[in-house]
């Protein structure tokens, strides 16, 4: 199971700047800090 912790960090590290970078990052944010 925490092979696939890793692997969600991961791709949320390489996500999260495409995140930032477009107009609806505060919407994207918000959900996954709710999470």
Do not use: A, D, G, T
């Amino acid at each position: 199971p925490s092979v696939i912790i890793y692997e969600c960090l991961f791709l949320f590290s390489e996500l999260l700047p495409c995140f930032l970078h477009s107009n609806q990052s505060s919407n994207y944010r918000s959900k996954f800090f709710l999470l």
